[in-house]
């Protein structure tokens, strides 16, 4: 079956400007999580869902950044604002639920460059 | 909040050789653990995981690992690595709560022919 799909594949903005990056994890996972992926950091959690609802935002890094999901499927992350140091590999992850023993499924990423 | 070692940052073998990566946590409480490589070019995938019962764990294509309670450890092992096996490595770990997942930072093995 299909596996979690992001959009853009790759995206360059100017400081400043805000972005959109999409996620489809797979159809019936109820859970959706937002990592990073740079080269000073490593991967950090962002931001998970279950369902609409994210009950833990902890890893969001300033209130630039903003998640929502609709439907219980797609979920969008926006960052206002941009600064350089946004520049990174945005991935998603989804899993059936929410336990914590459960595999996470990752899709492809967004490379954010931020000029 | 847990945290996630993984002292080995670059390893080098050459093919039929065999590999032990290093992974230690820092949780006292209930972890569950996985290992997720990722091959050139293309996104994060499971090798294994452990989160109760036997402590070896066995996974895909050959690879395997032990959760040492007594160590924090859960270090990845595979017998004779093959070329196809030159990935980056992450090992990473969610608590009885909280499922996200604390990630270290990886290590990229490059197998030589």
């Known amino acids: 079956g299909a596996g979690v799909s992001q959009s853009p594949s790759n995206k360059v903005t100017e400081k400043g400007k805000d972005v959109e990056l999409r996620c489809d994890p797979i159809s019936g996972h109820t859970a959706l999580y937002w990592y990073r992926q740079s080269l000073g950091q490593g991967l950090e959690f962002l931001i998970y869902f279950q369902g609409n609802s994210a009950p833990d935002k902890s890893g969001l890094p300033s209130d630039r950044f903003s998640a929502e999901r609709t439907g219980g499927s797609v979920s969008t992350l926006t960052i206002q604002r941009t600064q350089q140091e946004d520049s990174a590999v945005y991935l998603c992850?989804?899993?059936?639920?929410?336990?914590?023993?459960?595999?996470?499924?990752f899709g492809p990423g967004t490379r954010l460059t931020v000029l | 909040a847990q945290s996630v070692s993984q002292h080995n940052h670059h390893v080098i073998l050459s093919e039929a050789a065999s590999l032990e990566l290093g992974c230690n946590y820092s949780y006292g409480g209930t972890v569950n653990l996985f290992w997720y490589v990722q091959y050139p070019g293309q996104h994060l995938q499971l090798l294994l995981k452990?989160?109760?019962?036997?402590?070896l764990v066995k996974g895909i294509k050959g690879f395997e690992a032990e959760f040492i309670k007594s160590k924090f450890s859960f270090n990845l092992r595979k017998p004779s690595v093959q070329w196809s096996d030159t990935a980056e490595y992450f090992c990473?770990?969610?608590?009885?709560?909280?499922?996200?997942?604390?990630f270290g930072t990886g290590t990229r093995l490059q197998v030589t022919l």
């Open positions: 452990y989160f109760s019962g036997d402590p």
């Open positions: 990473a770990v969610s608590t009885g709560t909280a499922s996200k997942l604390t």
């Open positions: 992850a989804s899993s059936p639920d929410g336990y914590s023993y459960n595999e996470q499924f």
